[in-house]
């Protein structure tokens, strides 16, 4: 189970106080320096708030329920800060808080409920009887996480659908990549090693992801993003240990992989490296009867490697 951490940058308040009072002074229509200066005590108070939260581990669920009942009051900048807090916080303790599920009695009583409700939280409470199982769920729950099962385990990851409700109150690029990285943890592009969404879906995860990278290459979760689209791209290139992009035998591509190069190109690559790097590996497969060759093996290395680190 890969899990993903993020490092978020150690925020400078000072220069953010002197930026706020010096555009906080150019006041338009009614506005006067003393309600800008009373506005941003407000925000103020609200981050200063969610920090105590925050700063403690053993607060996060506090501090999670707080930004979701305060964050419309933070402005656009503290409530961009805070959710990417946020996120550090969950996945800090992300891997802590799985340890508690992974006793065999714990796994059990999940299985057997999953088995007749499924791994959403409402259908599993609803199975589940024994208190401190329903402790942990909720504790589960109430944390931001979802849960996930393969291999057999179960075990908590991050739900990015439950940061939605923060889209409209941060910078655009948080809120594109929450988007991001909703789509994935919704609906993972893997399962045991095999790929379980479509190849025209892994394709465009990938072009999205680059596209993030294009857009926002000063983004606090540019290198998070990076990351991502590594993986992204060795899936639509080479595929995973169970879902090869060419089968083991006779190295012939999966025609239903082929069927997606050519239609995602339909509307021509644009500037996107990874539909140029599939437009010119189109012609190499036809030329070779559609089998991976060395030629086409020292393409795609050196075509991948400014995205795949």
Not at 134 to 161: A, C, Q, W
Not at 189 to 202: L, N, P, Q, R, S
Not at 206 to 227: C, G, H, L, W
Request: charged content about 20%.
């Amino acid at each position: 189970m890969r899990r993903l951490h993020f490092n978020l940058p150690v925020w400078c308040k000072g220069a953010l106080l002197s930026l706020v009072l010096i555009f906080g002074s150019i006041v338009t229509g009614n506005s006067t320096p003393q309600a800008t200066a009373a506005a941003f005590t407000e925000k103020e108070a609200v981050y200063n708030q969610f920090q105590k939260y925050i700063m403690n581990p053993a607060n996060l669920i506090q501090a999670r329920n707080y930004l979701l009942n305060h964050i419309g009051e933070a402005g656009s900048w503290y409530a961009t800060v805070m959710t990417l807090q946020l996120e550090n916080a969950q996945a800090a303790r992300l891997d802590t808080f799985a340890e508690k599920l992974y006793p065999e009695q714990v796994q059990q009583v999940i299985d057997r409920a999953a088995a007749k409700s499924g791994l959403t939280y409402s259908g599993l409470l609803g199975a589940v009887q024994e208190a401190n199982i329903r402790k942990l769920l909720i504790e589960s729950r109430d944390m931001g996480y979802k849960m996930e099962t393969s291999e057999g385990m179960y075990y908590p990851i991050m739900h990015y659908e439950g940061f939605k409700s923060f889209k409209p109150y941060v910078a655009k690029d948080i809120a594109a990549y929450i988007d991001l990285m909703a789509s994935e943890s919704n609906r993972p592009a893997t399962y045991d090693a095999g790929i379980v969404i479509t190849w025209e879906e892994v394709i465009a995860r990938a072009v999205i992801m680059e596209d993030f990278v294009q857009k926002y290459p000063k983004s606090n979760r540019v290198s998070a993003v990076q990351t991502e689209l590594g993986y992204a791209a060795s899936r639509t290139f080479y595929g995973t240990d169970n879902t090869p992009a060419y089968d083991y035998e006779g190295e012939a591509i999966d025609p239903a992989l082929k069927k997606a190069y050519e239609n995602v190109l339909l509307e021509g690559p644009g500037d996107s490296r990874i539909l140029q790097i599939i437009q010119k590996l189109l012609p190499m497969l036809d030329a070779s009867d559609d089998r991976f060759t060395p030629r086409i093996e020292s393409y795609l290395k050196t075509a991948l490697k400014p995205i795949i680190n």
